[in-house]
């Protein structure tokens, strides 16, 4: 979870998939840190497996690009431990930048957008069941994501966020 534990790292993996491929400079304008800034945080996403270098480019250009399109925290850390603690402070993050959005990105018309809490109670196999229900749900949008010609002219990015956990 390290990888997943700083706001830059969210902020980076979120506008890599929804601009493509980006350097450094690029992607600090988007997102509002330094070219030298964004550089460490792509090397350390590049670590551990989230993003890639898109290849040569003229001059000095060093364009990085997403290499998986999604990704979830799972809980496999038991509690105390550096990894468990990571992956609160992922969780944390992605939740401040997510709510943030939302209120920065406030429009007239909603497209479609449902804020949504509901508590079920169900034993950790049906949790897992209903995980993956909604995974394969979420999935059928996937191809949209990888190949912006699949897009309608009428689409637009739509976040989805799902948190399973345990409430009491």
Request: aromatic fraction near 6%.
């Given at each position: 979870m390290r990888a997943l534990s700083h706001p830059v790292r969210l902020a980076l993996i979120e506008v890599l998939t929804l601009r493509g491929a980006l350097t450094a400079t690029q992607a600090?304008?988007?997102?509002?840190e330094t070219p030298t800034t964004c550089s460490f945080h792509l090397r350390q996403l590049a670590k551990y497996g989230?993003?890639?270098?898109?290849?040569?480019?003229p001059g000095r250009s060093r364009p990085w690009r997403i290499t998986r399109l999604g990704w979830s925290l799972e809980n496999e850390a038991p509690d105390g431990t550096t990894e468990a603690r990571e992956h609160a402070?992922?969780?944390?993050?992605?939740?401040?930048?997510?709510?943030?959005r939302q209120l920065d990105r406030h429009r007239s018309h909603d497209h479609g957008a449902?804020?949504?809490?509901?508590?079920w109670w169900v034993t950790p196999d049906e949790a897992?069941?209903?995980?993956?229900?909604?995974?394969?749900?979420v999935?059928?949008?996937?191809d949209r994501l990888q190949d912006p010609a699949a897009r309608p002219p009428e689409?637009?990015?739509?976040?989805?966020?799902?948190?399973?956990?345990?409430?009491?």
């Amino acid at each position: 979870m390290r990888a997943l534990s700083h706001p830059v790292r969210l902020a980076l993996i979120e506008v890599l998939t929804l601009r493509g491929a980006l350097t450094a400079t690029q992607a600090g304008e988007l997102i509002d840190e330094t070219p030298t800034t964004c550089s460490f945080h792509l090397r350390q996403l590049a670590k551990y497996g989230f993003v890639e270098e898109a290849g040569p480019m003229p001059g000095r250009s060093r364009p990085w690009r997403i290499t998986r399109l999604g990704w979830s925290l799972e809980n496999e850390a038991p509690d105390g431990t550096t990894e468990a603690r990571e992956h609160a402070v992922a969780a944390r993050h992605l939740g401040d930048m997510t709510l943030e959005r939302q209120l920065d990105r406030h429009r007239s018309h909603d497209h479609g957008a449902e804020r949504a809490h509901t508590v079920w109670w169900v034993t950790p196999d049906e949790a897992a069941e209903l995980r993956a229900d909604i995974d394969e749900l979420v999935m059928r949008y996937r191809d949209r994501l990888q190949d912006p010609a699949a897009r309608p002219p009428e689409a637009e990015a739509v976040e989805v966020v799902v948190l399973t956990h345990p409430f009491a």
